[in-house]
């Protein structure tokens, strides 16, 4: 498997938050996301409470996605605290939101996956690990996949297309095949298989500078091709928009997308979309801690704004709940067609 | 102007409503349905559209077909399939043909 370099790895300009903002928020040949939400009556975007409890571990990975949001990768050291993660448990502990969706990075890679997983789960939260299938390969990673289905951890995992050259474009050379033996052993585990009760999710993002296609659509076709050419099961597909920030920000500025790209979006916006965006229900708390509307805006560094508390050790659900979301241009991400959210599209 | 085609016209489609905004409203949902989820996906649908935009070989409907046929979760190797679809009639259209020349030949000849 072929693992190419980040962007903090090769001294890339857009390595820096602010450069993408910078770049984000010039004047372009589409009309800024809070005018456009505005005339749509939803400016300011509020948050209507928290039902997802999104902890992003660190940036650490054994993959380098064009498209990776994070500039995740391998030389990457930002890795969740046992201190902050007990912060993260005791929050929690203090209300009732239902889910727990562990994220990174490869998230499996943290030394504080293994106590976030059965913290949760001891406290009768539903647990989501957001794999890159390969990382089930690792030999430091022996026993995962059975860890996972012992706690009833319900899977959500990246596979961009239901093919080789597709998949390997976005993900780097050879992650395909790996993606499949890794799904065949977490079938094999009872991921994805009726009545098992473990859940096994597969993510589409398109490859390239387009937005997905029609979730339902594309599902019956990642179904019965993957069934039909790899005996591969699994139970829903989400499809995501690649959010014009980090790699996928440096594609496009590098094949001269990104202009027609942000068009795209913003002439796709969809008002319904906009008023089910996941940061209305969302939380997302950073590997140090920091609190953020949305991993997108944890990625571009924007913190909770509008005297929302700021740090997971200040966790106040009464100051959260129906905290005001900053927004950016970046948000026409979310917001395009269908919708985009880690749970798929928004609307059908 | 020094073409005919420029890529930026291909965005200023929505100016030809401006001569007749009635006939365009028309054309446009009709063309709206069409390109529905019917009997045909939309996914089918695209990719015949893909097939004729190079039968015709309009460069803005190459353009934007082939963006329509990805969202709608195609790949490049359907696209391509589509595209000697294209190719195929368009060549047997002419090869065809070439049964009226063998029959003007025919009576020409002795």
Redesign the interface.
């Known amino acids: 498997m072929r693992v190419g370099l980040t962007l903090q790895a090769r001294h890339n300009p857009l390595a820096s938050a602010a450069e993408q903002l910078r770049i984000l928020s010039a004047p372009n040949g589409f009309r800024p996301f809070h005018e456009t939400m505005e005339a749509a009556g939803l400016h300011p975007l509020l948050a209507t409470g928290i039902r997802v409890f999104q902890i992003n571990v660190g940036k650490l990975c054994n993959q380098t996605c064009a498209h990776c949001h994070v500039d995740a990768g391998p030389d990457r050291t930002e890795t969740m605290t046992p201190e902050t993660a007990e912060l993260c448990l005791r929050a929690l502990e203090r209300t009732g939101i239902p889910t727990v969706d562990i994220t990174g990075g490869a998230p499996e890679l943290s030394p504080v996956f293994g106590r976030l997983v059965e913290g949760a789960t001891a406290l009768g939260r539903h647990v989501t690990d957001r794999c890159n299938l390969t990382v089930l390969l690792l030999p430091s990673q022996a026993g995962l996949g059975e860890f996972l289905a012992r706690r009833r951890v319900e899977i959500i995992a990246s596979l961009p297309y239901y093919r080789a050259a597709q998949t390997d474009a976005q993900r780097g050379e050879g992650v395909f095949g790996k993606s499949l033996e890794a799904l065949r052993r977490l079938n094999a585990l009872g991921y994805g298989r009726p009545g098992s009760g473990l859940v096994l999710d597969l993510v589409y993002n398109p490859v390239g500078a387009f937005l997905p296609p029609r979730q339902e659509e594309v599902e019956a076709h990642f179904k019965r091709e993957l069934e039909r050419h790899h005996g591969v099961v699994f139970n829903r597909l989400f499809t995501l928009t690649n959010m014009p920030i980090s790699r996928f920000l440096e594609f496009l500025l590098r094949t001269g997308n990104y202009e027609g790209y942000m068009e795209r979006l913003a002439n796709a916006f969809n008002p319904a979309a906009a008023s089910g965006v996941m940061c209305r229900h969302t939380l997302s708390v950073g590997w140090d801690g920091a609190l953020h509307d949305c991993d997108f805006n944890q990625m571009l560094g924007l913190a909770t704004g509008f005297g929302a508390p700021l740090h997971v050790r200040d966790f106040d659900p009464g100051r959260l709940d129906g905290r005001r979301i900053v927004t950016g241009n970046h948000c026409y991400g979310c917001t395009a067609g269908a919708g985009s959210s880690c749970g798929g599209s928004i609307t059908p | 102007m020094d073409t005919y085609y420029r890529p930026d016209d291909l965005?200023r489609f929505a100016d030809m409503g401006q001569g007749s905004k009635d006939l365009w409203d028309r054309f446009m949902s009709y063309y709206s349905a069409v390109f529905a989820e019917g009997v045909l996906?939309?996914?089918e649908k695209a990719l015949i559209a893909l097939g004729v935009a190079h039968a015709v070989q309009c460069p803005y409907c190459i353009d934007a077909t082939t963006?329509a046929c990805?969202?709608?979760?195609s790949?490049v190797?359907e696209m391509t399939e589509a595209v000697h679809v294209a190719c195929a009639i368009r060549g047997g259209a002419s090869l065809v043909h070439g049964v009226q020349m063998r029959n003007v030949a025919q009576k020409l000849s002795m």
């Open positions: 965005g996906t939309e996914r963006q990805l969202e709608k979760g790949n190797e």
